[in-house]
C-alpha cells in the first residue's frame, strides 16, 4: 500500500522488515532520522532487536562487526565525517567478509564544513572492499535495502546502500512499503558459514602472512566480481514478489540509436530523465543509471554505451588532483571497445548545490565544445575564485 514518508522514515522501515537482531549507530546529519525512526518501532514493540546506543561511529561499526561475528543480522547506517571515522572498521567488515548493511546517507566531506549532499564520503571508501549500490529514489533505495541483505548473505560481503542526503532523506514521497510476508517470503533467517560458536572455537580477522596475503586480497577482489551475478538475481526476485524494478547493475533509457549518452548515479538521474523529457529538441540522448558502482560492472557497461560517439558522466565527487572518480573508471572500461565513445567527465551539485533541470543542456553543450574539457566542476562559477585557482 502507498503511503506519503520521509525517505528516512521508509528506511527504517525496510530495515525493520529484514528483522535485524542487532542495531548501532551514532547521529549525523542526514543519517539521523534513520535509527530515531528504528528506535521509535523498537519502543513501540513493532521491531524486536537490540539497539546499541555508542559513543562515535567507529563504535557503531565495530558492534555491528562483532553482531553478525556471532550470528546475528545487524544494521548501522552513518554520513561524511561518520563513514571517515569509521573506515578503519569499514575494511575489517569487509576484509573479514562479514555479510551486514549499512546505509550511507550521502554528505559532503570536510573542509571546508557542508552538511549537504554530495557523494564523496561513499567514494573515499569506494576500495574498502564492500558491495556499493547507488538509489536514485526513495522507492528504489526501500528496494535495495530489502535485497542488500540477501545479496550480503549469500556473498558473504557487506553491502553499503547508497541514498543522496537529504535529496532523499528528508523528502517526502509516495512509497509502497512491501507486507512482512513478502519480505519473509525473499530472505530467508540470517544465517553465517563461519559464525562464532564456543564449542567450536575459530579465530576471524587473524594476522595473514605475506605467504597467504596477496591470496586473501585476490579472494575478496574475486567475490565482488562474482557478486554481480547474486546483484542481479536478487534484483529479478525480488521484482517478481513485489512487482517492481529498480535495474540490476544498471538501467538505460532513451533511444538506442543515440550517439550521446549520459550516465549518473543517484538523485541525479531522475532530474536528468525529466530535462530530457522537456527538451526533445536538443535530440535523441541515452540515460544510463549505474546502480552497481562496486562491484563495477565492465562488461553490463560496455554493452550501455555500445554505438555511442560521446559519453557524459556526470558525479558527485571528485578526486582532488585527479579529476572524475567515476570518470576514470569509465575511460579504463570503455578503452577496451574498438570504437569507444569519447568520456566527459563533470562533477555537479558539490557541497549540496542544486542541480537544475538546465544542467542537461549545458552538460550537452560541453559535448560540442571546440575543446571538450578532460574534467571540469561544470556548475562552478569560476569568478568567484582568485585568479591562481581558476
Known amino acids: 500500500m502507498l503511503q506519503a514518508l520521509e525517505g528516512s522514515q521508509a528506511i527504517a522501515q525496510a530495515v525493520a ?52 561475528t556471532a550470528g546475528s543480522r545487524a544494521y548501522t547506517a552513518s554520513a561524511s565525517q561518520g563513514i571517515l571515522l569509521m573506515a578503519e572498521v569499514l575494511y575489517n567488515i569487509a576484509g573479514m567478509r562479514i555479510p551486514l548493511v549499512m546505509t550511507c546517507a550521502n554528505r559532503a566531506v570536510s573542509a571546508p564544513l557542508s552538511i549537504w549532499n554530495d557523494q564523496q564520503d561513499s567514494m573515499a571508501v569506494r576500495d574498502a572492499g564492500w558491495i556499493q549500490l547507488y538509489c536514485a529514489d526513495n522507492q528504489e533505495a526501500v528496494d535495495t535495502t530489502i535485497q542488500a541483505y540477501r545479496i550480503a548473505e549469500r556473498t558473504e560481503l557487506p553491502v553499503m546502500v547508497c541514498m543522496d542526503g537529504f535529496t532523499l532523506t528528508h523528502t517526502l514521497e509516495p512509497i509502497d512499503i512491501p507486507e512482512q510476508a513478502q519480505v519473509d517470503e525473499f530472505l530467508p533467517p ?47 526476485d525480488w521484482s517478481a514478489i513485489s512487482g517492481r524494478s529498480c535495474c540490476g547493475l544498471l538501467r538505460t533509457e532513451g533511444d538506442a540509436d543515440a550517439k550521446i549518452g549520459i550516465l549518473t548515479l543517484g538523485s541525479v538521474f531522475g532530474t536528468l530523465y525529466e530535462a530530457r523529457a522537456a527538451h526533445p529538441e536538443l535530440g535523441p540522448v541515452r540515460l544510463i543509471k549505474l546502480r552497481a558502482f562496486r562491484p563495477f560492472p565492465v562488461a553490463a557497461i560496455q554493452e550501455a554505451c555500445a554505438g555511442l560517439t560521446d559519453l557524459v558522466v556526470l558525479e558527485r565527487a571528485l578526486s582532488p588532483g585527479g579529476g572524475g572518480i567515476v570518470g576514470n573508471e569509465m575511460r579504463a572500461a570503455l578503452a577496451e571497445l574498438p ?51 581558476r
Open 339 to 389: 570504437d569507444a565513445p569519447r568520456v566527459h567527465s563533470y562533477a555537479v551539485g558539490l557541497g549540496g548545490r542544486d542541480v537544475p533541470l538546465d544542467i542537461y543542456a549545458r552538460a550537452l553543450a560541453a559535448v560540442d565544445a571546440p575543446t571538450p574539457e578532460r574534467f571540469a566542476v561544470l556548475d562552478a562559477e569560476l569568478e568567484k575564485l582568485p585568479a591562481a585557482d
Open 190 to 236: 540470517y544465517t553465517f558459514s563461519r559464525a562464532l560458536d564456543s564449542r567450536n572455537p575459530i579465530t576471524v580477522g587473524t594476522l595473514v602472512s605475506p605467504d597467504y596475503y596477496p591470496e586473501a586480497r585476490h579472494a575478496h577482489h574475486q567475490a565482488l566480481l562474482n557478486a554481480q551475478d547474486e546483484i542481479i538475481r536478487a534484483h529479478e
Open 17 to 68: 522488515l529484514c528483522r535485524p537482531q542487532v542495531v548501532a549507530a551514532y547521529p549525523i546529519t542526514p543519517q539521523t532520522h534513520i535509527v530515531e525512526n528504528l528506535a521509535k518501532l523498537v519502543a513501540d514493540g513493532v521491531l524486536r532487536c537490540e539497539l546499541v546506543s555508542v559513543e562515535s561511529e567507529f563504535s557503531a561499526a565495530s558492534v555491528v562487526l562483532g553482531a553478525a
